[in-house]
């Protein structure tokens, strides 16, 4: 529970999400504030916590001191128009999402480098073929994003005896982990990777990263895993680069349309496996005491982490 001088009004904007479990979590989490559910003639709050709102929500709330994205990734929210770009707009912080991407990440590397998906194989055959692992040393994994997903991830991997790269934007020092920064330094990162996992935000820089070029630049035998956004990932390049032999295959989380058509290609590829989006999905409860600890921080006149450069796009 977090107390807060004032008494703030908070509303609840949230396409998809069941409202009254976040509702009554507000209310629990901030019993001196107001919570409502958003309706298009609501009062106007003091703070929206959001997850792909409607244009018009906007509009309706003019008095707005910060935008709570329920989420880390904010692409969607800045796709909007509408969104007022002088109110600060605050995207999650780990908030519980951490294990969560780092288990998902670490099981799939795991997983491709014990061959198991060979085994799966064998095992629809009636083959019996016991298979040697290689070392993890033969499965040197880069990880794009060096942020709050992107660093517990690079440990947990370091933790299952791979070795790890980074690559971010601006150059990072993690114990044990190999640091790469910038577009300068992006073809070196890729020549020492083999399975390349995607962490990144998705912004005009970001956006179809994931290409022929960018793949072909990878060490032989390469695996994907996308767990970033559907947009960095150009699918047709993927599908001739495995096609080819030179992508062993991929596992993805995320896709240019969600749900993924029944149509599209991948379904096809046996070499991806595909989840619906769900690596990392938001964690209710730590959410909650996030966003409750901010607004109160707010309220003290303090300064938070976690608001969106709109110029950098994350
Ligand atoms: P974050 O803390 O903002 O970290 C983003 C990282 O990306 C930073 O290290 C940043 O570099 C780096 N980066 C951004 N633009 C770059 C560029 N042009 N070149 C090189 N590096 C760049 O974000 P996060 O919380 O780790 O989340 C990352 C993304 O994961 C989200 O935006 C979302 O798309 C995705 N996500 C997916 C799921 C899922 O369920 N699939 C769940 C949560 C999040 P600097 O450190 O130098 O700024
Ligand atoms: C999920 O994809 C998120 O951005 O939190």
Redesign the pocket.
């Given at each position: 529970m977090t107390r807060v001088a004032r008494s703030p009004r908070v509303v609840f904007c949230a396409e998809g999400a069941p409202a009254d479990p976040w509702l009554r979590g507000l209310a629990d989490v901030l019993p001196d504030a107001t919570i409502d559910a958003w309706s298009a003639d609501g009062p106007p709050a003091d703070y929206a916590v959001v997850w792909s709102p409607p244009d018009r929500f906007y509009a309706t709330q003019p008095r707005l001191k910060a935008i709570f994205n329920l989420?880390?990734?904010?692409?969607g929210l800045l796709r909007s128009a509408a969104l007022p770009s002088d109110i600060p707009l605050v995207?999650?912080?780990?908030a519980g999402?951490a294990p969560l991407?780092a288990e998902y990440v670490v099981q799939t590397a795991v997983r491709h480098a014990r061959g198991l998906d060979r085994m799966e194989d064998d095992r629809r055959a009636g083959r019996w073929v016991p298979r040697r692992s290689a070392e993890r040393s033969a499965f040197p994994v880069g990880v794009?994003?060096?942020?709050?997903?992107?660093i517990p991830v690079a440990r947990a991997l370091g933790a299952n005896g791979f070795p790890v790269a980074l690559?971010?934007?601006?150059t990072?020092a993690v114990d044990g982990v190999r640091c790469f920064?910038?577009?300068g330094q992006l073809d070196d990162f890729l020549a020492t990777t083999r399975i390349l996992v995607c962490?990144?935000?998705?912004?005009s820089?970001?956006e179809d990263i994931l290409d022929r070029e960018t793949l072909g630049r990878l060490l032989p035998d390469a695996y994907l895993i996308n767990?970033?956004?559907g947009h960095h990932l150009v699918d047709d390049d993927l599908l001739a680069l495995i096609a080819a032999g030179r992508i062993a295959g991929a596992t993805l989380?995320?896709f240019r349309s969600e749900p993924l058509p029944g149509d599209h290609p991948f379904w096809r590829e046996p070499r991806i496996t595909i989840t619906p989006?769900?690596?990392?999905?938001t964690q209710r409860s730590a959410t909650l005491r996030q966003i409750a600890d901010k607004i109160a921080s707010l309220e003290r006149g303090e300064p938070i982490s976690g608001v969106v450069d709109r110029a950098?796009g994350?």
């Open positions: 989420g880390a990734g904010v692409d995207r999650l912080e780990d999402m991407m794009m994003g060096a942020g709050a997903l992107g690559w971010s934007r601006a990072k920064a910038d577009f962490l990144l935000p998705l912004t820089e970001t767990v970033g956004r989380d995320v989006h769900c690596s990392a999905l950098r994350y």
